[in-house]
């Protein structure tokens, strides 16, 4: 079992930054961002694989939103720049380990732990 918490959530102007973190208790493979706005479903935002080589973004997050870790920390990061009122939501982080015909893009049945989330505000 791996348990993920995340943190660096808050509230922001638009166009500002933050960087959310989340620290993983033991080995994961695939970890991935997904985010859910009241009402709406959970999306997909970005993911890694543990080597660092690809990472994947949502198109509407391409270009402002940059996905890393720490693997000697067992810590993931997203770096969000140029922060939208529309990118308001509960941030979760998600991991996996080795997954037969994995994806690790945004496939949440995928993913086998998750974080309890952190909210990110963002006011025009």
């Known amino acids: 079992q791996v348990q993920l918490v995340e943190s660096g959530g808050g509230s922001v102007q638009a166009g500002g930054s933050l960087r959310l973190s989340c620290a993983a208790s033991?080995?994961?493979?695939?970890m991935a961002w997904f985010r859910q706005a009241p009402g709406e479903e959970r999306d997909w935002v970005a993911s890694?694989?543990?080597?660092?080589?690809?990472?994947y973004y949502a198109d509407s997050v391409k270009g402002r939103f940059t996905i890393s870790q720490d693997n000697a920390k067992n810590t993931l990061y997203l770096q969000m720049n140029n922060l939208k009122p529309e990118d308001t939501a509960m941030y979760y982080c998600?991991?996996?380990?080795?997954?037969?015909?994995?994806?690790?893009?945004?496939?949440?049945?995928?993913?086998?732990?998750w974080g309890q989330g952190t909210q990110v505000t963002v006011s025009s």
């Open positions: 998600a991991a996996r380990r080795p997954l037969i015909g994995g994806t690790c893009r945004d496939r949440l049945a995928e993913y086998t732990y």
């Open positions: 033991g080995y994961t493979h695939c």
């Open positions: 890694i694989y543990r080597t660092g080589d690809p990472a």
